[in-house]
């Protein structure tokens, strides 16, 4: 079987201190370099980035606003979704891989395993993998690898439910999605049939991870493949203080653009499970029960689940009540739930 021609897209942004492991994780691979593309979208980096890039046989495209551009797109609004809503367009690849910079494969045939599904079964839209974290790797950043999301959602989760359908197959499981039950994929090592996103209308440019699978499923696309044995590693953040910059940008994200992922609660009883969430992490007693029972899965790193808990019940609180995006988003989502109960 001949193998198809897979293009990775890599936003960057001052990214000088893990993009040459995450290149050299890439062209390590031992799928043929002919049928591999990579494609870094550079947001006006200032670090060594570039020069680092220019090392490796890549296609180098540049977002509004970078000095020097060879290529400019309109339409980029900078960040990291921009940028792989335009690796997608420019790729030539049948199959598209959404990579970050932060990214490393743990494995030589880390693409190979993964284009095994998608070309087993034509129905299968994409393929995913864990998101993981090395063993030597700063304590914050395993524990979120461990929690695979923020504690926020990690409780929650009203629509991040596991698939209602699971198929096993020889290397991989067949995952069916469902509009109340698909899994937080999409960013950090996922492959896409390239026809489908774009079909779609791609990559929300402002959006998140989760946004673009929500449009996938709700047009049909539903059928996607685990791969258990194909790696990632996610250079995420090395200190408390960068995990609560990273919680702070999430939620300035998301007040300042709209999502297709329902963040706030729709239902009233979505609204109680919120309070409960808010109740449970605040007490710290909650969660440190919980991180006992966690920390047999053998990494103490589980031990930051209390701090974590209660860190981002105090960021998300005081960028919704301070902010008027965020009183509005508030005032927005008691209106359309008193509606829907006087509609009921």
Request: proline content about 5%; hydrophobic content about 40%.
């Amino acid at each position: 079987m001949e193998l198809p021609l897979v293009s990775v897209g890599i936003p960057t942004y001052n990214e000088e201190r893990t993009i040459e492991r995450c290149l050299e994780s890439i062209f390590s691979q031992d799928y043929p370099q002919d049928k591999l593309e990579v494609i870094i979208i550079d947001d006006g980096s200032s670090d060594r980035t570039l020069e680092i890039c220019a090392r490796y046989p890549v296609r180098i495209i540049y977002q509004n606003g970078s000095e020097g551009a060879i290529q400019r797109l309109k339409g980029a609004s900078g960040g990291p979704e921009s940028g792989r809503r335009i690796g997608v367009e420019m790729a030539n690849g049948e199959f598209v891989v959404l990579f970050s910079a932060d990214n490393e494969l743990a494995q030589r045939d880390w693409l190979s395993q993964m284009v095994k599904p998608v070309l087993e079964d034509r129905e299968i839209v994409g393929a995913h993998a864990p998101v993981l974290a090395p063993r030597e790797d700063y304590a914050i950043n395993r524990y979120l690898a461990l929690l695979q999301t923020t504690p926020l959602e990690f409780y929650l989760m009203w629509w991040l439910r596991r698939p209602k359908e699971v198929i096993a197959k020889e290397g991989y499981s067949l995952q069916v999605f469902q509009e109340d039950s698909f899994l937080a994929i999409g960013g950090n090592g996922t492959l896409f049939r390239r026809d489908a996103v774009l079909k779609v209308g791609n990559v929300p440019a402002n959006g998140s991870d989760i946004d673009l699978v929500c449009r996938l499923v709700r047009d049909g696309f539903t059928q996607y493949a685990y791969v258990p044995e194909a790696r990632v590693y996610h250079y995420y953040v090395r200190s408390y203080w960068g995990f609560i910059r990273k919680l702070r940008a999430k939620v300035r994200w998301f007040l300042k653009y709209s999502r297709e992922y329902p963040w706030l609660p729709r239902r009233r009883g979505e609204l109680f499970e919120m309070l409960k969430w808010l109740l449970f992490c605040s007490t710290f007693i909650g969660p440190l029960i919980h991180a006992f029972r966690l920390r047999k899965k053998g990494d103490p790193a589980w031990l930051y689940h209390p701090l974590a808990c209660f860190t981002a019940v105090v960021v998300y609180g005081a960028y919704f009540l301070t902010s008027k995006e965020g009183l509005s988003s508030v005032l927005r989502m008691v209106l359309s739930m008193s509606k829907g109960y006087k509609g009921g």
